[in-house]
């Protein structure tokens, strides 16, 4: 996501107007809008969820009143006002909330992955290009520290020229809590994660890889 900064005296105020967000789906979207309530130039101007009870607790923390909670979200999109949309509900909802939050004029941060299927992903890349709002999809991998220093490393040219790199990743993916209601779910499609590039390779050439848990 793009944000400006606005240089010169006569926009000072623009400069420091602080950026309206909205998060949609808070049993993940919590950390968010913890994270956005605490940084200087944002502020959590709204939520959203179908759960009620999750609603009441996240806006009693928030210090949100009543009219700035919702638990639809084509409600949210209309109403919340908000700069940023969040979006950190289940994975097959991902596309869709991002267009409409984009065509309502909003920017959104989504929580990876983009979407399940190659055509929502394309999808979702018309509608930013068509609408001029910023979309980032929230994968914070290829920003700690460690792969950071990595890539300095293969930029400079200390390891010399990298031909191969192999690695693996574990990742839990299914909660304990969940996994019996998963089990026997036919009709459950398989979830796809997609890495648009390998931080380490970055430095060399955009490279896909794809990930299927069936």
Known sequence: ????????AEHANE???KLKVGVVGLSRGSVYAKLFSAY???QVTAICDIDRSVLEKYRSELGLNNSQCFNNYDEFIRKADVDVVVVATPI???AEQSIKAMEAGKHVLCEVVMANTVKDCEAVVRTARK??????MAENYCY???????????EEGTLGRIFYAEAEYVH???RE???KQLVGKRSTPPLHLAQPRTPLNAARRPRRESYSFR
Do not use: C, D
């Open 1 to 8: 996501m793009r944000f400006h900064f606005i240089r010169g």
């Open 15 to 17: 400069a420091m107007k």
């Open 40 to 42: 200087q130039r944002t």
């Open 92 to 94: 097959p909802y991902h």
């Open 131 to 136: 609408t001029g709002m910023n979309y980032m």
């Open 144 to 154: 700690f520290h460690y792969i950071r220093e990595w890539r300095k490393l293969i």
């Open 172 to 174: 839990q993916v299914i």
């Open 177 to 179: 809590s969940t996994k």
